[in-house]
């Protein structure tokens, strides 16, 4: 399909036929992208999209827990070898 690149305020713009947008399942925000002289347009990515599931999963299997328990406290390298 061939559409005409057209003047929007101070930039450019398509008009993306709606027959495309039903297809594609493209939301109200998108993530637009060049690669190898092409424009990607994608569903925007939400940062931390699933992270409350992971964070349930992770608890739910104790995986949950402090890596290193001692850190409300000092270490034996902050003792002998850092300088306050």
Known sequence: MRTNIIRIGNSQGIRIPKILLEQSNLGTEVDLEVEDEKIIIRSASHPRQGWA???????????????????SGQSEWDRDEWEW
Do not use: H, I, P, T
């Open 53 to 71: 599931d992971a964070f349930r999963l992770m608890s739910e299997s104790g995986d949950d827990k402090m890596v290193d328990e001692n850190l």
